[in-house]
């Protein structure tokens, strides 16, 4: 990865922060906190005068006065003065899934997001991306078959229907999408009947979670698909098991936002009533449904019914979850997606050639929210 695609994103960029935070000095984090929570639209902070100085909790928001007003200027100047992080592979993941699990694609960017966008933050950000980058793994980018083994997760609580034959993902797929164009036709309804309502609707473009998905586990790491989750369920345990796939499978990587944009384009299903209202609130793109058509159609999801016909799986690599996630995708057309509910490092199997090769071992998550092999 280069330090361009550690800044490209609003995931690349909250990697970074998280990379940094916890070496930067006290008062470059004091600035961090206070910047990020005034622009948190859903911010609860109170403050208190005290000695030797403020102290905060949550609360209905006050204002504690100039002096705990950091300007953008102020937090990138202590980010620039503070010392560079030392970068391991450990402290790399951890960062990520710090990200990961900050990623909101059906409402606003947090406080911290909306900080990290702004060009004033961009001289400290550029500074730790060219810092990180000659750290990454080469196995951010590309396929899934570049180093461990390939993972499947069976997680606490969440029932297994079952395991499906090619004929019965082909049938799962075609339900997929036909609730799908059913949805969009029962929304687009619903606008025309209240088009001044914004609800909140399907905000994921993932296919059906049905199908096999997989993720890598490394030697010494625990399986990498435990700590990468959006709108993560706060799952305390989990089975995992190793898993072959196929050899010769043809999988389609999505290693940036062009890749993402291809997909769209080869067979896209118009999603603009069911999850234009989130995409738009995520990306900070409102203006983009002003004086639209009503049947219009502004954003779109691949229509993995038809994928599925000419690819075994997809892969979307670390790189590019990075750089695509929490972006609109312009397709050139008029048209934009967002790639949303994925996990970086995530496959997901259109074949049933995807086999068990051990036993399952359940996983548990500690006080501090790590992995480990339950005893």
Same mark, same amino acid.
Request: glycine fraction near 8%; charge should be negative.
């Given at each position: 990865?280069?330090?361009?695609d550690?800044?490209?994103g ?49 609360g ?29 592979l ?24 909306a ?21 990454v793994?080469?196995?951010w ?27 019965g ?5 075609? *339900?997929?999408?036909?609730?799908a164009? +059913?949805? $969009?036709? %029962? !929304?687009?309804?619903? &606008?025309?009947?209240h088009?001044? #309502? ?10 059906p ?54 997909l ?20 900070? *793109? ?5 004086? +639209?058509? $009503?049947? %219009? !159609?502004?954003?779109? &999801?691949?229509?993995?019914?038809? #994928? ?68």
């Amino acid at each position: 990865m280069t330090p361009e695609d550690l800044v490209a994103g609003p995931r690349g960029r909250r990697l970074l922060l998280a990379l940094a935070e916890p070496g930067a000095t006290q008062e470059a984090r004091d600035a961090l906190f206070d910047a990020s929570s005034r622009r948190d639209p859903y911010s609860v902070t109170v403050w208190f005068r005290g000695e030797p100085g403020s102290t905060r909790i949550d609360g209905p928001t006050q204002d504690p006065g100039p002096s705990h007003d950091p300007t953008l200027r102020d937090v990138n100047d202590l980010l620039l003065a503070s010392p560079l992080p030392a970068i391991t592979l450990p402290r790399l993941l951890s960062a990520l899934s710090t990200s990961t699990d900050a990623t909101m694609p059906w409402q606003e960017p947090d406080g911290t997001d909306a900080l990290a966008a702004d060009p004033a933050m961009r001289r400290a950000l550029d500074r730790l991306a060219h810092h990180v980058a000659s750290s990454v793994p080469s196995w951010w980018s590309g396929g899934a078959r570049e180093a461990g083994t390939q993972v499947e997760i069976r997680w606490d609580d969440v029932p297994v229907m079952f395991d499906l034959d090619r004929e019965g993902i082909v049938s799962e797929l075609s *339900t997929w999408r036909y609730d799908a164009v +059913r949805w $969009e036709a %029962e !929304q687009r309804e619903q &606008r025309r009947a209240h088009p001044f #309502v914004r609800p909140s609707g399907i905000w994921w473009s993932t296919p059906p979670r049905t199908l096999a998905w997989t993720s890598r586990h490394l030697p010494g790491l625990w399986p990498l698909g435990l700590s990468l989750q959006e709108d993560d369920h706060g799952w305390q345990s989990a089975e995992v098991t190793e898993v072959t796939t196929p050899a010769e499978a043809r999988v389609l990587v999505v290693d940036g936002p062009e890749d993402w944009a291809a997909l769209c384009r080869t067979a896209a299903l118009d999603v603009t009533a069911t999850s234009g209202d989130d995409w738009e609130r995520s990306t900070g *793109t409102e203006e983009r449904s002003l004086g +639209r058509r $009503e049947d %219009e !159609q502004l954003w779109v &999801r691949p229509d993995w019914s038809h #994928v599925a016909e000419h690819a075994d799986a997809v892969h979307v690599s670390i790189r590019g979850y990075l750089t695509t996630a929490g972006r609109a995708i312009d397709l050139g057309d008029g048209r934009a997606s967002v790639l949303a509910g994925w996990a970086p490092d995530a496959t997901v199997w259109f074949v049933p050639q995807v086999e068990r090769a051990g036993s399952l071992r359940t996983y548990a998550r500690d006080d501090d929210g790590r992995w480990h092999p339950a005893a």
